[in-house]
């Protein structure tokens, strides 16, 4: 099993470009989300879903869309980038039986100059 | 508000010894609260985990200690190594609600 896959692992973005932060998973996962890593400052929630074509904002959700098509791919679309979105993006998937953590990408490290 | 506050924000440890990260909770109602670990470049990953009806658990040099009337948890990493330094999240999950709520983390140092 490859867990959760994002793509691209690195990208450079001038201000105002717009581009699609991929993630899939494997592991036939209900809930999906995406966070972002700022230093010091932890992990804040993007946006999640809970299933194919359910999707809510969490705490940080300004600039960012996202849709979930299909139960592996929850995709994070970045519009009119601005440097404030400089992070690094994870994806995370977990079932919605039992109460297993999270499994997390390996993320993607997005400068916006 | 659902919060988790998590402390120190950064640790140094000698080689052997044992570290030591807090956190704290609100919210009566989570009911499993995972330790992540996460190294340079890398993804956190899940570390250990207990729900609040056991006080403590153990995984190799790994124990999460619980106090429930408290509403704290701790993670002691005994016989510290170098391989160990890494940052650290706790998180607590509310299993009606989707989403874990993390604290901001501790990066430990263990110094050869």
């Known amino acids: 099993n490859a867990g959760v896959t994002q793509t691209p692992k690195f990208r450079i973005l001038k201000i105002g470009q717009s581009m699609t932060l991929q993630c899939t998973q494997d592991?036939?996962?209900?809930?999906m989300y995406w966070y972002r890593q700022d230093p010091g400052m932890g992990l804040k929630l993007i946006y999640y879903?809970?299933?194919?074509?359910?999707?809510d904002k969490g705490e940080v959700p300004n600039g960012y869309n996202v849709s979930r098509s299909t139960t592996e791919d929850f995709p994070l679309r970045l519009e009119l980038a601005a440097p404030s979105q400089t992070s690094v993006y994870f994806c995370a998937s977990r079932t919605q039986q039992g109460s297993d953590g999270y499994t997390f990408g390996s993320g993607t490290r997005l400068t916006v100059v | 508000q659902q919060q988790v506050k998590q402390s120190p924000q950064s640790l140094i440890v000698q080689k052997g010894g044992i570290s030591i990260i807090n956190c704290a909770y609100e919210?009566?109602?989570?009911?499993?609260f995972p330790w992540y670990q996460q190294f340079p470049g890398k993804g956190p990953a899940l570390l250990i985990a207990?729900?609040?009806?056991?006080s403590e658990k153990k995984e190799g040099r790994f124990t999460i200690s619980f106090n429930k009337s408290a509403k704290q948890f701790s993670l002691h990493i005994m016989d510290s190594q170098p391989g160990d330094s890494a940052t650290y999240f706790c998180?607590?999950?509310?299993?009606?609600?989707?989403?874990?709520?993390f604290g901001k983390g501790t990066m430990l140092l263990v110094s050869p």
């Open positions: 998180a607590a999950l509310n299993s009606g609600y989707s989403t874990l709520t």
């Open positions: 592991m036939n996962h209900n809930y």
């Open positions: 919210n009566t109602a989570f009911d499993y």
């Open positions: 879903s809970v299933g194919a074509g359910i999707t």
């Open positions: 207990i729900r609040p009806d056991v």
